[in-house]
């Protein structure tokens, strides 16, 4: 039953304009994007929210608390985890685009990160190479951002559904088709880097068959 697992709290986001990129190499051109309301779960999925799914999961040593966020999945194990939850629910749950996680990281704005552009502002928002203590932290913590998220900077990479592709973003351009056999993009960063190197609209990649210590990912509900 939908109510008898452990559920990832959802937070709504008013759909905009998204601003998409505009730092540097491949974040460029920067552009805008309209982006449809949709709800996206308040901080990464944890360990605990993913066992319900895959209980023979094995924690990392990095992140081993129930409330911790779940790491080593590759993009197979993120997606199947949302098809999972949206067959239990009988609501619409995948993974983000590239371009709704970026919206929610900029909070609903153009800053560089989800608290504003001062970087020493992120100690309160954020588990970094500075603050972390080298593992991860309980997916609701340390404070929300703006529009009410966690963990948009640091604690772990995230998975969208995206793939790695030139910009601009084109609506119903394929890249966030599911069958794709391209490496995904990856959002975020994580414990492990310094915040200097961190923003809302830096982009990494992976293969979807990665599997890492420092990457997990949220949720996102269609309307």
């Not at 939850?85 to 993974?95: G, I, T």
């Not at 983000?96 to 001062?118: H, K, L, M, V, Y």
């Not at 995230?158 to 793939?163: C, G, K, L």
């Not at 599997?211 to 990912?217: M, P, S, V």
Request: hydrophobic share 30%; aromatic share 10%.
């Amino acid at each position: 039953m939908y109510t008898q697992v452990p559920r990832a709290v959802m937070w709504l986001l008013k759909g905009d304009d998204a601003h998409i990129g505009g730092e540097g190499g491949d974040t460029e051109p920067a552009h805008t994007l309209e982006v449809r309301p949709f709800y996206i779960s308040r901080g990464p999925i944890s360990n605990e929210q993913y066992e319900a799914y895959d209980p023979e999961h094995q924690r990392s040593e990095s992140s081993p608390g129930d409330d911790d966020p779940v790491v080593n999945v590759s993009f197979a194990d993120a997606t199947g985890y949302a098809q999972w939850y949206a067959e239990l629910s009988k609501k619409p749950f995948r993974l983000p685009t590239e371009a709704e996680w970026e919206f929610g990281a900029r909070a609903i704005g153009a800053t560089r990160f989800p608290w504003g552009d001062d970087p020493n502002e992120g100690g309160q928002y954020a588990w970094t190479q500075e603050n972390s203590n080298g593992h991860t932290h309980p997916v609701d913590t340390p404070t929300p951002s703006r529009c009410g998220l966690y963990g948009m900077i640091g604690n772990v990479w995230e998975w969208t559904s995206s793939a790695y592709r030139p910009y601009p973003i084109q609506i119903d351009d394929g890249r966030d088709a599911a069958d794709l056999n391209e490496p995904r993009v990856i959002r975020g960063g994580s414990f492990e880097e310094p915040l200097a190197e961190l923003s809302s609209g830096r982009r990494e990649t992976r293969t979807s068959t990665t599997r890492a210590e420092n990457l997990g990912f949220r949720i996102v509900r269609s309307l």
